[in-house]
T-cell receptor, first 111, second 117 residues
């Protein structure tokens, strides 16, 4: 079945550092890929998405490119802020119309 | 404001005492779903509903029930809660089967933290 693998956290960075959170997936067909963010005490919010190979999703300075050849959808940001501290979930929407989530990666940004 | 509302946000209960977590959305969404979030396991789907009177099991349905009598409401029922159901629960909705085309995404509630003693 479908699965999503994210890098283990927590990830601790200083403000203005470069961020990469790795995400790889296993799925049949051509899934849509998502990154969701969960701020402390809140529900998940969609951060960005890509629906086909080579698409780049972007939002709030975050980017991720749908790489079919490596089955990856890594999240990047050039300069993180303290306000980016949250848990980030990679997810895929497979052929069964089911959303499968990774285990989440906690990001802590310090001054 | 378009939103998914869950209640209660926090609940401590005891083993065997039936409880219901309510979920309501004001976006006229067809699709609704319940997830539980546990450390190291991410989000796992409990039940989902494609439309009124249509519900299906997700990955971890044991110990839970749902109903979808109205489009806006999708309550989660724990008939006889046990400590392994201590978790953070999220309700979510979408206007087309959870985003079948990738264009429609889930809107999540703020979560309900349940502790079963």
């Amino acid at each position: 079945g479908d699965s999503v693998t994210q890098m283990e956290g927590p990830v601790t960075l200083s403000e203005e550092a470069f961020l990469t959170i790795n995400c790889t997936y296993t799925a049949t067909g051509y899934p849509s890929l998502f990154w969701y963010v969960q701020y402390p005490g809140e529900g998940l919010q969609l951060l960005l998405k890509a629906t086909k190979a080579d698409d780049k999703g972007s939002n709030k300075g975050f980017e991720a490119t749908y790489r079919k050849e490596t089955t990856s959808f890594h999240l990047e940001k050039g300069s993180v802020q303290v306000s980016d501290s949250a848990v980030y979930f990679c997810a895929l929407l497979g052929t069964a119309s089911k959303l499968t989530f990774g285990t989440g990666t906690r990001l802590q940004v310090t001054l | 404001e378009a939103q998914v509302t869950q209640n209660p946000r926090y609940l401590i209960t005891v083993t065997g005492k039936k409880l219901t977590v309510t979920c309501s959305q004001n976006m006229n969404h067809e699709y609704m779903s319940w997830y539980r979030q546990d450390p190291g396991l991410g989000l796992r789907q409990i039940y989902y509903s494609m439309n009124v009177e249509v519900t299906d099991k997700g990955d971890v349905p044991e110990g839970y029930k749902v109903s979808r009598k109205e489009k806006r409401n999708f309550p989660l029922i724990l008939e006889s809660p046990s400590p392994n159901q201590t978790s953070l629960y999220f309700c979510a909705s979408s206007n087309r089967r959870g985003g079948i085309s990738g264009a429609n995404v889930l809107t999540f509630g703020a979560g309900s933290r349940l502790t079963v003693l």
